[in-house]
Each structure stands twice: as structure tokens, then as C-alpha cells.
T-cell receptor
Framework: DAGVIQSPRHEVTEMGQEVTLRCKPISGHNSLFWYRQTMMRGLELLIYFNNNVPIDDSGMPEDRFSAKMPNASFSTLKIQPSEPRDSAVYFC?????????????FGPGTRLTVT | SQQGEEDPQALSIQEGENATMNCSYKTSINNLQWYRQNSGRGLVHLILIRSNEREKHSGRLRVTLDTSKKSSSLLITASRAADTASYFCATDLYNQGGKLIFGQGTELSVKP
């Protein structure tokens, strides 16, 4: 299996521009998670989906952030408009959640720089 | 504050020594997991311990869980330079649909 795939790996954009991050989870997994990592705040959970349905988006910083999962093999995280404080590494992770035990598989991350 | 808090924040040891990292949490858990992150990469799952387990081994890794103290420890024996990475504990709370709460991590440096 190719693992969790994220694109792009690096993104540099100017303040005010729209940014779209993409994630392809591992085939067969039923849960997908978006995280943001910075030195100051560590690893933060932004939103997660079970069976393509958003379960908890309480970690989404503000209305500028939105996430979708139109099907089991694709998800997007969009920031519009972007701001310099959004600069971070964004990770997507997937898992096969059974309610008993499971592990999350992380993608390589997208390093976002907003100037 | 974080559900999972690691201690120490940074640890520097010589190759061959053992490394111990601790994690404390606040609420009841379903299980606790440890992850590793090499610089510039995503996190990688190392080991999971259920709330009804007290100790678990995997190769050079040993994890303990004390639910009465709400704490866990990760021991890496006979460390190698390749073990240099950040280590995170993550707690899985009941009925949260698989949501994990990650701590801030321990940065381990193993010097050859």
C-alpha cells in the first residue's frame, strides 16, 4: 500500500490567497483526521471524519478553514483567505476505527508558508 | 491544557543507554498510544496499550500504564543514533470516534 498521500508537499502563497490541501487515505480505512503542527502550538487536531461524515470540527481555527470528504478516498482542507499565522505543517492521517483498538497512519505532511 | 503531557521535553543520551519518557493525562482513556516523528516527517505508530493492560513490549520498546496515576512511560533500551526523533503519547478517550489527543512530545537525541 502507498500509505496516506498528501499533496502538495510544499506550498508557498501570499496572504489573502486560497489554499487547498489534499489527502488520499489508505484504502479501506474509515476515519480521516486533519492536524496542524507548529513549534508554538504542537500538534493540533483540526477536524476528523468517520465514514466520510465530519464528526468533530471544534479544532478548526475559524471560518476561513473548511474541510470536505466527498468520498472514502479523498479529502480536502481549504483555507480562504490565507494569513501568515496559518503557516504550519498540515498532516492528514487515516485509520480503521473499530472502537476497540486501532492506530493512525500519517501522511508526509504539507508544509504551508503564507507570506 | 493538554490531555497528554510528556516529560521531559528534551532528552540527550549516549548510544547504548536507555531512554525513558513519561506521559501524564487527565481523563479516563480507552487506550494510550506512542508515536515517533523523525524531523520533517509524519508520525509513525509505535505501540498501543489498552486501559486494562499494565505493560507491553515490542522489540526494544517497553510501555507501562498506570491508570490510577493516569500516567504512562516509554522505555527504549540500548538506544541507537537512529532512535533520534520526537516521541508523542496520544490518548484515545471513550466514545470519541477514534479521536486521539496528542501531547507536546519529548525530543530525544542519541549521540553516537
Amino acid at each position: 500500500d502507498a500509505g496516506v498521500i498528501q499533496s502538495p508537499r510544499h506550498e508557498v502563497t501570499e496572504m489573502g490567497q486560497e489554499v487547498t490541501l489534499r489527502c488520499k487515505p489508505i484504502s479501506g480505512h474509515n476515519s480521516l483526521f486533519w492536524y496542524r503542527q507548529t513549534m508554538m502550538r504542537g500538534l493540533e487536531l483540526l477536524i476528523y471524519f468517520n465514514n466520510n461524515v465530519p464528526i468533530d470540527d471544534s479544532g478548526m481555527p475559524e471560518d476561513r478553514f473548511s474541510a470536505k470528504m466527498p468520498n472514502a478516498s479523498f479529502s480536502t482542507l481549504k483555507i480562504q483567505p490565507s494569513e501568515p499565522r496559518d503557516s504550519a505543517v498540515y498532516f492528514c492521517a487515516s485509520s480503521y476505527y473499530t472502537g476497540v483498538k486501532y492506530e493512525q497512519y500519517f501522511g508526509p505532511g504539507t508544509r504551508l508558508t503564507v507570506t | 491544557s493538554q490531555q497528554g503531557e510528556e516529560d521531559p521535553q528534551a532528552l540527550s543520551i549516549q548510544e547504548g543507554e536507555n531512554a525513558t519518557m513519561n506521559c501524564s493525562y487527565k481523563t479516563s482513556i480507552n487506550n494510550l498510544q506512542w508515536y515517533r516523528q523523525n524531523s520533517g516527517r509524519g508520525l509513525v505508530h509505535l505501540i498501543l496499550i489498552r486501559s486494562n493492560e499494565r505493560e507491553k513490549h515490542s522489540g526494544r520498546l517497553r510501555v507501562t500504564l498506570d491508570t490510577s496515576k493516569k500516567s504512562s512511560s516509554l522505555l527504549i533500551t540500548a538506544s541507537r543514533a537512529a532512535d533520534t526523533a520526537s516521541y508523542f503519547c496520544a490518548t484515545d478517550l471513550y466514545n470519541q470516534g477514534g479521536k486521539l489527543i496528542f501531547g507536546q512530545g519529548t525530543e530525544l537525541s542519541v549521540k553516537p
